[in-house]
């Protein structure tokens, strides 16, 4: 598997972590823009991998090498592991994976992005021990869902992602924060900006000036879905 390393984050913190989790985002915005957000130091964000549609890895935070510093992906973020406990602080524990995608709420992910997702996971599986459990790979909104998060979203297939990587393992359930009548909301605001969506190849476009606007919008419509009791 070819990784890019041309382009590299600024934020992160020095520090090598201990691995037990991989966390999955969608970028809510093309490849180019998200380089641009995690190369500029006052984003503040970053992710140790970036997918994208055509399946081209790149690496922004050390990873691959076997040890991880700590990028600032998952932000506030908690769960309840399977024995019970409260698991917090996902930027102390886990790899970043962010697949480039608008809204992985109403656009599908690619068949390239799951190719080199999957190749992804199992090259991390040989340096980081905890990922061989499937209940290691979870998505943003699984572990701060209470603020919004909603990637990797509806359309993200994590049976496939359960059986292709994890065979012999369980499925552990992933259920997604957005409701299906929200996704169809946010999926008629996006044709009306004029954005298309190739039902074969997934591939998409958006007229020039509506990226940023699609994205702010389906800010708001996560600031909406937020709820701090959840
Ligand atoms: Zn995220």
Redesign the pocket.
């Known amino acids: 598997m070819q990784i890019v390393t041309s382009k590299r984050s600024p934020n992160f913190t020095d520090l090598v972590i201990g691995v037990d989790y991989v966390?999955l985002?969608?970028t809510a915005a093309t490849l180019e823009r998200t380089l641009a957000i995690f190369m500029n130091p006052a984003s503040e964000v970053s992710a140790h991998i970036v997918i994208d549609r055509d399946g081209s890895v790149h690496e922004l935070v050390p990873c691959f090498d076997g040890s991880a510093l700590r990028a600032w992906?998952?932000g506030k973020s908690r769960l309840d592991s399977q024995d019970g406990t409260l698991i917090e602080g996902f930027n102390d524990r886990s790899i970043g994976i962010?697949l480039v995608n608008l809204n992985g709420n109403i656009i599908p992910y690619t068949e390239a992005q799951y190719a080199a997702l999957f190749k992804t996971i199992e090259r991390l599986k040989g340096s980081y021990p905890a990922l061989a459990k499937p209940e290691s790979i979870v998505g943003?909104e699984q572990i701060?869902g209470f603020r919004g998060?909603c990637?990797p979203g509806i359309l993200f297939e994590w049976e496939r992602l359960f059986s292709v990587c994890y065979p012999n393992g369980g499925m552990p359930a992933r259920p997604p924060l957005c409701r299906q009548a929200v996704a169809d909301r946010i999926l008629a605001l996006a044709k009306a900006l004029g954005v298309t969506i190739e039902p074969s190849s997934g591939e998409v476009r958006v007229p020039s000036g509506a990226d940023g606007l699609f994205a702010h919008l389906s800010s708001l419509i996560e600031s909406a879905l937020s709820r701090d009791d959840r």
Do not use: R
């Open positions: 966390v985002h969608y992906h998952a962010e943003h701060a998060k990637d």
